[in-house]
Each structure stands twice: as C-alpha cells, then as structure tokens.
T-cell receptor, first 109, second 116 residues
Framework: GENVEQHPSTLSVQEGDSAVIKCTYS??????FPWYKQELGKRPQLIID?????GEKKDQRIAVTLNKTAKHFSLHITETQPEDSAVYFC????????FGTGTSLTVIP | GAVVSQHPSRVICKSGTSVKIECRSL??????MFWYRQFPKKSLMLMAT?????????EQGVEKDKFLINHASLTLSTLTVTSAHPEDSSFYIC????????????FGSGTQLSVL
C-alpha cells in the first residue's frame, strides 16, 4: 500500500525565517497532494494543495512544490509568524487518502 | 457550505463505561466517513472507514468490538468506544469526502476523550 513519509517531525524557526517540510510518497496512482494545518484541539484546515500535473503552486507566504518523478512534495512557508505554529501534515490521494506523520512547527517570536 | 459536525467536543468518563461520538454531515450526503485517532502533535491515524448501509472497514490492529462504528444514514456516523480504559484517552476525529470531488475532505471538529 501507499506510504507517505514526512520530515522533520518537529521544526523550530525564528520569526521571519522560512520553514520547509518534505514528504515522499510511493504510489504512482497518487495525483492530488494537500497540506493541512492543525492547531491544538481543532480540526485540520486545508492550506494549500497541488495536483500531479503542476510543479509548483503559491499562495501568499505558502508554496508547495511537487517532483512527480522523484515522488517528493514540499511545503514552504516564508516570513514565518508565531501564528504559523501548529502541526502540519501532508497527504496523498489517488484512490484513497494517506497522511504523512506530521510536523510540529514552532515559530519563536 | 459543506460542514461535518462532531459531538461531543470533550468527554470525561470513568473506566469501563462506553462513550458515543457522533459525526453529522451538514448540507451534503456522506456515503463514507473516516474515523481517526490522533495523539498530541502527531498526524491522523486511520482507525476505520464507515460506509452507509454496510459494515465498517477497520484498519489492521483496531479492535472492531472495542470501537463500534455505525453509519445508519447518509448524514450520520457514530463511533462508540466500549468499555473505555485510560489507554483509550485520545483525540478522535472524523472526516467525510465530498460526494462528487472525493479528494476534498471535510473534517469534524474532534472529540477529546479522557478516561479516568
């Protein structure tokens, strides 16, 4: 079955710096890759997604890149702010969802 | 817009009791509902997939007699934690895919279960 690996599991950055979270997948049938942000005790929120026919997508301070050949996709957050502190997890979807293991991001003021 | 409503948001119970968690799809029909367990600062662990009108599909290692799932209608799925023990304490969350755009997931708000 599909295996989605996510790194790092924890990440601390200074406010204003960039944060990068990486995921790899194994199923060639996966064609949709969302990223979710989850604050403590709340529901996950979709923050950005990318489809397999696109290499990069950007939305203000957030960007996602996809290397379909290498089966890698990454989340980039620039100019981080304390409110970016949360758990982030990636997912892949082909016929069903598979979630990454999560990254706890802390932005230090 | 489409929303998944989950109740209760928090429950504290005594060891040995059963707890029921409900997830309702609002403004759309959810033929499928996913149930997850989540530990602090970790990602979602899929426990089971419920399908309206049929038996739920459980992931390996999840006790079906412990975690009873019922999906009796197109808008309601329930998870009952039977004979709860302290090790069952966790954050439980449901999600339902859009009926047409299956890659779009709508999440419930989660239930924090604490078993004393």
């Amino acid at each position: 079955g599909e295996n989605v690996e996510q790194h790092p599991s924890t990440l601390s950055v200074q406010e204003g710096d960039s944060a990068v979270i990486k995921c790899t997948y194994s199923d060639s049938a996966s064609n949709y890759f969302p990223w979710y942000k989850q604050e403590l005790g709340k529901r996950p929120q979709l923050i950005i997604d990318i489809r397999s026919n696109v290499g990069e997508k950007k939305d203000q301070r957030i960007a996602v890149t996809l290397n379909k050949t290498a089966k890698h996709f990454s989340l980039h957050i620039t100019e981080t702010q304390p409110e970016d502190s949360a758990v982030y997890f990636c997912a892949s979807f082909g016929n069903q969802f598979y979630f990454g293991t999560g990254t706890s991001l802390t932005v230090i003021p | 817009g489409a929303v998944v409503s989950q109740h209760p948001s928090r429950v504290i119970c005594k060891s040995g009791t059963s707890v029921k968690i409900e997830c309702r799809s609002l403004d759309f029909q959810a033929t499928t509902m996913f149930w997850y367990r989540q530990f602090p600062k970790k990602s979602l662990m899929l426990m089971a997939t419920s399908n309206e009108g049929s038996k739920a599909t459980y992931e390996q290692g999840v006790e079906k007699d412990k975690f009873l799932i019922n999906h009796a209608s197109l808008t309601l799925s329930t998870l009952t934690v039977t004979s709860a023990h302290p090790e069952d304490s966790s954050f439980y969350i449901c999600s339902a895919p859009h009926s047409v755009y299956r890659e779009k997931l709508f999440f419930g708000s989660g239930t924090q279960l604490s078993v004393l």
